[in-house]
């Protein structure tokens, strides 16, 4: 099976296309897919039942109709909410995707897919534990794996005991001199970098273990060609169209 450097593509949906759809639902996913991404990102955290959902902040308030904290409702709460009209009224119905209908939409689209691990306080671990199951029980055989990132080394500590075989991606904000010892810690495929905090030195850093560098979240496409030219394998956006035509895809 290709290595992760062979499989990423050059541009990555975030959170779906979030720039024209509401981010982490399944309208965003088809919209990455119509823009022509090969990838998409999501952002998977738990219920207070501990379903996986798509969903970036620990509080309700920005892209739902619901007020308060994501883990303190259960999965059949957060899906009677709107999490479409807070983007545009032609969104309004769409609802909190589980991981399991996002995958299902992914392998029906043809789409790869980045589950970023996004854990609430606390339960990092729990959170690898049960999008891990997930992904063993859904996802083909004869397909290769979701990249599963976190920037939550015990997310990523909880994936790698649980499900070796699936890779890992390491997410930062900025580079540490610890950071290519934790990639070779939590065996890393990749590293997800702050496009803000990009350098050819780090990119020089991950050559000799051939590790892909991913920068978030470039909207800009002169940007996205910098960074391109520098080394960096995925750009990861919120405009796969614009991105991927400035890329020349
Ligand atoms: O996975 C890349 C990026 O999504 C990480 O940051 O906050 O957008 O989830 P955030
Ligand atoms: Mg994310």
Redesign the pocket.
């Known amino acids: 099976m290709a290595g992760i450097g062979q499989r990423l593509a050059p541009v990555i949906a ?2 779906g296309a979030a720039a024209r759809a509401p981010e982490n639902t399944l309208a965003a996913i088809r919209l990455a897919a119509a823009e022509g991404a090969r990838w998409v ?3 998977v955290k738990l219920s207070r039942d501990g379903h996986c959902i798509l969903m ?1 902040d620990e509080l309700l308030g920005r892209t739902t109709d619901g007020r308060g904290e994501v883990a303190h409702y259960d999965l059949d709460e957060l899906q009677g909410l709107d999490a479409g009209s807070w983007f545009a009224e032609r969104f309004a119905g769409e609802r909190i995707p589980t991981l399991e209908a996002a995958l299902a939409l992914c392998l029906s689209l043809k789409l790869d897919i980045n589950l ?1 691990i ?1 854990p609430c306080p606390g339960r990092e671990r729990e959170t690898a534990r049960a999008c891990v199951e997930i992904v063993r029980a859904q996802w083909p055989n004869r397909q290769p794996w979701p990249l599963l990132s976190s920037f939550s080394e015990a997310s990523l500590e909880e994936a790698q005991l649980l499900a070796p075989e699936m890779p890992r991606g390491l997410l930062i904000e900025r580079s540490t001199e610890r950071v290519l010892a934790t990639l070779d810690r939590l065996d890393c495929v990749s590293l997800h970098c702050d496009h803000k905090r990009v350098s050819t030195g780090l990119v020089r850093a991950l050559e000799p273990s051939r590790r892909p560098l991913l920068c ?1 979240t470039v909207n800009d496409p002169a940007r996205a060609l910098l960074l391109r030219d520098i080394g960096v394998v995925s750009i990861i956006t919120d405009r796969p169209a614009e991105i991927g035509a400035a890329l020349g895809f």
Do not use: T
């Open positions: 975030h959170r990102e999501v952002d970036h970023e996004k978030y």
